[in-house]
């Protein structure tokens, strides 16, 4: 059963992205731009999310939403735990602002999704120029976060099978540094549902957990990273202990 809905899933969103995708790169070249085109993305996001909720039985929980910032231009980064496709699609379904990530440029080729997110004030950097690409990183950061537009980042930098913990690299804390934003860590469950580039996904409660900003002023980006880290994994093992469990 759980392969079949998995089926199904896969077959709605493949079938939904392609007119939102042609909708979102038809809408820009006649001219639309910024939040425009980001709320019929971000429709899609939610209509996928939805979409997981009916056919596989994936529903989502929330703590922590108070701790959001307040205030249309209210600049955060969010830094959020990485363990499948999930979170992708559920932070601009859930957050009261536009979103921009910062994602590898080979994503701009993925037919209809990529054409789309190339078309969204996003953030695509060619890893293989890290100095430029951070440059890069903190002049768009900066021009977005003035417009009210958060920046995400997942600072593991790839999913991580559910019960670890990935390296956690600095490149969210060195632009919160560098722009004077504070920080979001995020904790989520995803991998308890949608497993790691596993295709079968399974029913159940996704818990997301939102932390309380964190002031980047004055601070280092290791040392600001640390806290973060302590933070996202601390909670990893409240809202999960049993996926931490069993790797000890």
């Known amino acids: 059963m759980a ?3 998995s089926v199904l899933h896969m077959a709605f969103m493949f079938c939904t992205v392609i007119p939102y995708a042609l909708l979102i790169v038809v809408a820009s070249v006649c001219g639309a731009r910024g939040d425009t085109l980001y709320v019929w993305a971000a429709r899609w996001l939610r209509l996928s999310i939805e979409a ?9 929980q929330i703590q922590g939403q108070e701790n959001l910032p307040d205030g249309e231009t209210s600049p955060a ?3 959020v735990k990485h363990q499948s496709t999930y979170e992708t699609f559920l932070m601009p379904a859930i957050m009261p602002h536009p979103l921009a990530y910062v994602f590898k440029k080979e994503l701009l080729y993925v037919p ?3 054409w789309a997110i190339g078309k969204l004030d996003m953030i695509h950097i060619d890893r293989s120029q890290r100095a430029k690409a951070f440059a890069k990183v903190v002049e768009q950061g900066q021009a977005l976060l003035a417009k009210g537009v958060w920046v995400i980042m997942f600072p593991e930098g790839t999913r991580i099978p559910r019960g670890q913990r990935g390296q956690y690299k600095s490149g969210g804390t060195r632009l919160a ?4 934003a504070p920080v979001i860590p995020i904790a989520i469950t995803s991998a308890k549902c ?4 596993a295709f079968i996904k399974h029913p159940g409660v996704v818990d997301v957990s939102i932390g309380k900003p964190i002031p980047s002023v004055g601070r280092e980006a290791d040392e600001l990273m640390r806290e973060v880290e302590q933070w996202i994994e601390s909670e990893m093992h409240r809202l999960d202990p049993e996926a931490y469990a069993a790797k000890s």
């Open 3 to 5: 392969f079949l809905r």
């Open 52 to 60: 997981a909720r009916v056919i596989m039985g994936i529903r989502y």
């Open 77 to 79: 980064i969010l830094l």
């Open 112 to 114: 209809f999704f990529g």
């Open 177 to 180: 540094v560098a722009t004077g």
């Open 194 to 197: 949608w497993p790691r580039r």
